[in-house]
């Protein structure tokens, strides 16, 4: 009787951890299940986390932005102490001295420093040419150790942006000097230890990447203790894996991309398993026009209003993204600082668009649909990410209201590195794009009308360009408060004229999550989100 008990007790304990078993490959979100399933949250990304080097450019900013820190933080009151406990600016904004926190360590265990703060920057430093678009990079003139845990910049001259540009996510963030390669982080480290709030525990490249809490965080440990990146096509597919538990938590990519549509966004919602949390508008999505190609049509200014005034911003706002992004007229949002420049609004009018086409020679004298000028075509490609299905969307509408006034849009989609690239080498008509954002505009977004690797190519046809690039040179170093407004509204004149940068709509940061999750909120920056603050109720 005994034996038949435990028998039955013995094969009631394998159903259950049988039971248990089945379930292990599903996302808890929140509800009954062991500590370590409630505090994960895995999200679905469309790319892979890349390289992790935080001193380049092809990883992803909110995987680094957990993993690695900065001196100071951009805040909504302000710059605050972060690595850096206080900062002394000299009267001639010339020198920035800034005294470190005593208790941090990389997640190496080796010691956070004035010494690894200078062997750091350096390190971005000699790789001068690939960050060009950060201005502070051509005035850091010297670093120097003063003790153990104070350390001092000096700039060739007075630079008003340096304490924003050295709260960016990168490239002025710190690696443990163990990880560098001979010395240098420009050709490659051999891990990612940084001081953040998370560890990079496993990357299976376009697969997943796991992060996992720092325990010895220097602001505390993180409640959430685990968080997987899982690799998944946009769309459908990720709306699959939410619905079956696989993920449980997306956000708009440092791309200005959504994982799923809003209408996907508001059904998971109404099942009451997820919410959705939005920040305030963050940048302005817009399309970039290459002002330098003469060959293409887009050289032209008629041009480039008349695709101006075609775009329904209204119907793109109510229609593709449900009223959550709002139109845009301007380059910048009006909660941009300088940003209201009192700039002539352009609304969407075919009629006027068709207009300035004719005055500009491009007729369609001999019947044909598509307009000509020098027995040229009135043709242009747009790119577009491909991974965006809004993207897609707006294009498929922009190039149905342009082929109405004689205008032949060729569509293409293309991964977001590719469309980088051609916007750095000048291989485009038009593109999707978007302003930096709302900790880095409008400086970071106007400077990089000088880069090449960003929108010199945009800016560089213009016939005020050499104008444009001596205000955006003198507004930077500018320490009276009224001066700086007026070059910025000189430069924002100049650029709203021309019609380079046509805005679509004010964006936001948009989180999908579980519904009983806390905590979420956002930061200055739109490519980073701070996990470390999150809990499950």
């Known amino acids: 009787m005994r034996t038949k008990k435990a028998v039955i007790l013995l094969a009631s304990i394998l159903t259950i951890v049988i039971l248990a078993g089945c379930n292990g490959d599903k996302v808890n979100n929140g509800g009954a299940g062991t500590e370590a399933e409630v505090r994960e949250l895995v999200y679905a990304t469309a790319k892979d986390i890349n390289d992790m080097n935080p001193h380049l450019y092809p990883g992803s900013m909110a995987a680094q932005g957990i993993l ?3 001196l100071v933080e951009n805040t909504p009151e302000g710059i605050k102490p972060l690595l850096a406990e206080s900062w002394e600016i000299s009267e001639d904004g010339k020198t920035y001295t800034f005294h470190l926190r005593k208790d941090v360590k990389f997640h190496d265990g080796e010691p956070f420093n004035a010494e690894a703060v200078k062997l750091n920057i350096d390190a971005v430093q000699r790789n001068a040419s690939k960050h060009a678009w950060i201005k502070l990079s051509t005035k850091l003139a010297e670093v120097s150790v003063v003790d153990e845990f104070t350390v001092k910049l000096t700039l060739t001259e007075t630079y008003y942006p340096t304490l924003l540009e050295l ?5 002025y963030v710190f690696i443990s000097p163990k990880d560098f390669q001979n010395g240098e982080t420009k050709d490659g480290v051999t891990a990612y230890h940084g001081t953040g709030p998370y560890i990079l525990e496993e990357h299976v490249t376009e697969q997943f990447a796991t992060f996992v809490a720092n325990e010895a965080y220097w602001g505390g440990a993180p409640t959430v203790k685990k968080i997987t990146a899982k690799v998944l096509p946009a769309g459908e597919t990720t709306l699959l894996a939410l619905q ?22 508001q059904r998971l919602a109404e099942t009451g398993d997820y919410q959705i949390v939005r920040s305030e508008p963050m940048n302005t999505k817009m399309i970039v026009a290459n002002s330098s190609q003469a060959s293409s049509p887009v050289s032209e200014k008629a041009v480039r209003e008349a695709i101006w005034q075609s775009i329904d911003r209204e119907t793109i706002s109510r229609t593709i993204f449900s009223g959550t992004e709002t139109p845009a007229e301007t380059l910048f949002s009006s909660n941009v600082n300088y940003a209201d420049a009192g700039l002539q609004k352009r ?18 004298a001999d019947g044909t649909e598509i307009r000509s000028k020098d027995g040229r075509q009135l043709a242009i490609k747009l790119y577009y990410d491909v991974n965006s299905s809004s993207q897609k969307t707006q294009a498929e509408l922009l190039q149905s209201e342009t082929l109405k006034i004689g205008m032949k849009l060729e569509l ?11 916007r750095s080498i000048g291989d485009y008509d038009l593109l999707f794009n978007q302003t930096w954002g709302l900790a880095y505009d409008p400086q970071s977004t106007i400077t990089a009308f000088t880069s090449e690797t960003a929108y010199l190519h945009t800016t560089s046809g213009l ?13 930077m170093v500018s320490t009276d408060e009224e001066t700086r407004k007026g070059l910025y509204k000189n430069i924002l004149t100049i650029a709203h004229e021309e019609a380079v940068f046509i805005p679509l709509t004010n964006g936001s940061v ?17 490519f980073e989100l701070p996990f470390e603050r999150m809990s499950f109720e």
């Not at 609304?347 to 369609?364: D, F, R, S």
């Not at 293309?414 to 980088?420: G, K, M, T």
């Not at 009983?516 to 956002?522: A, P, R, T, Y």
């Open 510 to 526: 948009t989180v999908v999550a579980p519904a009983d999750l806390q905590g979420i909120s956002f930061k200055q920056t739109q």
């Open 463 to 475: 016939p005020q360009a050499q104008e444009l690039y001596g205000k955006i040179e003198e507004v």
């Open 167 to 171: 709260s960016m996510t990168r490239p």
């Open 244 to 265: 079956k538990g696989e993920v449980n938590f997306v956000f708009t990519d440092d791309r200005g991309t959504d994982s799923i549509d809003v209408d996907a966004m």
């Open 412 to 422: 293409v989609g293309e991964e977001s590195s590719a469309i980088a690239n051609r």
């Open 68 to 70: 690695y820190e900065s």
């Open 347 to 364: 609304e969407y009018n075919p009629e006027v668009a068709a207009k300035l086409l004719e005055e500009a020679g491009w007729t369609n």
